[in-house]
């Protein structure tokens, strides 16, 4: 085991070196500049259709609303990645790394925004009258690429148990373990129990809980971050100009000469970012693809509020948190230093409880939207008989997960799960992003047909 995690962690080196973030950033460009910068020109048209009534009717093609298809998405988005992987991408990397990962989201929008209207233009009805989309269906009907969609099925599939299922169980596991001292095992075989409740009813299902827990776990989390932030309001300018300048100079916990450090910073910025907003990967534009909406452009508008909630809201203070209180530079790794700024940051037992409140429930919301995202792809693959079987062992990885770490040998090691997770996320994406390319012009065309038909 210990040599898998040393593979492990090298593979997660190379996938996640200079040419992946030039290719994950690049699209985010080349998007954004075919678009004239839509993320930016749109965002409040986009959150009003995402979060009010106008945006949930029930007289369009789909299964669920746009507000419960993003809030599906989000599920998945929003997970340990905002907690932990935020405070992994400023331990290795410095509060420098915590600009690179607004560069990514911000360029990650345009990126989100045209994976989801290649969903919905390329979506399906399976055999259960049910929308089926995603990366796959649109390598395979838009670019003509079946063997990339196969590809990115394969890995999504796979992927999902790295980043939607051990990594979230194994970091409740942890957490509760550590705060309230419960047995491994039982936080996986609850952890299991609860995630079967949910994904075994479908997506309907799914998209009516996540309806309901995102926004508040999201809204609590936030408001706990936003009391930290007030005790400490003096310091929030120098740690924001620490951010950008740090991005440029390098400074991390670890030490190191410049050069290698603002690469650090770049590397674990980007990589982190990615983790959390998922732009990028393919696996928001399955949920997408399920949504109502009577055009591509108006769910696009819809899912790219998801990058923009996920990282340039949550991750941003998360990070803030942790530069303030000064945890991310004390040596203590980063499940520790999240601990240790939250505990710092408010009186008493409140920092701890709002640190678990928040990784499990941004966890158990991360379950549930990637078992979406892995079905979705299985059906593709070998059809809706596969999929029963598929969600069972889905809710068996959870509970596996979850226990993990009541075992001996490299299953202790916390970054074993991260660097499985990093080395498949890196897998779906680039077929991902082959299609969005090839495709972007099919983007730009759609774009232009919704805004000329609602008059903007």
Not at 177 to 182: I, K, L, P, R
Not at 213 to 233: D, E, S, T
């Amino acid at each position: 085991m210990d040599a898998l995690s040393s593979l492990l962690g090298k593979l997660s080196a190379i996938v996640w070196g200079p040419p992946m973030l030039v290719l994950l950033v690049g699209t985010g460009v080349v998007l954004t500049i075919r678009l004239r910068g839509l993320q930016f020109r749109r965002l409040g048209e986009a959150l009003r259709l995402a979060l009010t009534p106008a945006g949930r009717r029930a007289d369009q093609p789909g299964d669920i609303s746009h507000f419960q298809s993003l809030m599906t998405a989000l599920s998945a988005t929003i997970g340990t990645g905002n907690i932990i992987g935020v405070a992994t991408a400023i331990t290795a990397g410095g509060p420098g790394a915590l600009f690179w990962m607004w560069v990514t989201a911000l360029v990650g929008m345009a990126t989100k925004y045209a994976e989801a209207i290649l969903a919905v233009r390329y979506r399906v009805v399976d055999a259960k009258g049910e929308m089926s989309g995603g990366p796959m269906y649109y390598l395979e009907r838009g670019l003509g690429q079946k063997w990339l969609g196969v590809l990115f099925a394969v890995f999504g599939a796979l992927a999902g148990f790295g980043i939607g299922n051990m990594v979230q169980a194994n970091a409740v596991a942890e957490n509760l373990h550590e705060a309230f001292g419960v047995d491994y095992r039982w936080t996986g075989a609850v952890l299991a129990v609860l995630t079967g409740l949910v994904i075994l009813g479908g997506v309907k299902r799914i998209g009516k809980f996540t309806g309901v827990l995102v926004p508040v776990m999201a809204v609590g989390y936030m408001a706990g971050c936003l009391v930290i932030l007030a005790l400490h309001a003096s310091a929030i300018p120098a740690a924001l100009w620490r951010v950008v300048h740090d991005a440029f100079t390098g400074t991390a916990a670890a030490g190191g000469f410049a050069g290698a450090v603002v690469m650090a910073a770049i590397q674990k910025g980007v990589s982190r970012g990615v983790f959390s907003n998922e732009s990028g990967l393919g696996s928001a534009p399955i949920a997408a693809a399920a949504a109502r909406t009577g055009h591509p452009g108006e769910q696009a508008l819809v899912s790219m509020t998801g990058t923009f909630i996920d990282t340039i809201v949550v991750c941003t203070m998360t990070g803030l948190v942790l530069i303030i209180t000064g945890s991310w530079d004390d040596g203590v790794g980063s499940a520790r230093a999240a601990q240790q700024a939250f505990t710092q940051g408010l009186p008493g037992q409140w920092g701890g409880l709002l640190l678990t409140f928040g990784i499990v429930t941004f966890a158990y919301s991360t379950i549930i939207g990637w078992a979406y995202y892995g079905e979705k792809c299985v059906e593709y693959l070998l059809g809706l008989r596969a999929v029963t079987p598929y969600r069972w062992l889905w809710v068996v990885a959870v509970g596996l997960g979850g226990a993990a770490k009541a075992w001996g040998g490299a299953a202790r090691e916390f970054g074993l799960f991260w660097d499985l997770a990093d080395v498949l996320n890196a897998l779906m994406a680039v077929p991902n992003l082959i299609g969005l390319l090839g495709l972007s012009g099919v983007v730009v065309e759609e774009t232009r047909r919704y805004l000329a038909a609602t008059g903007r």
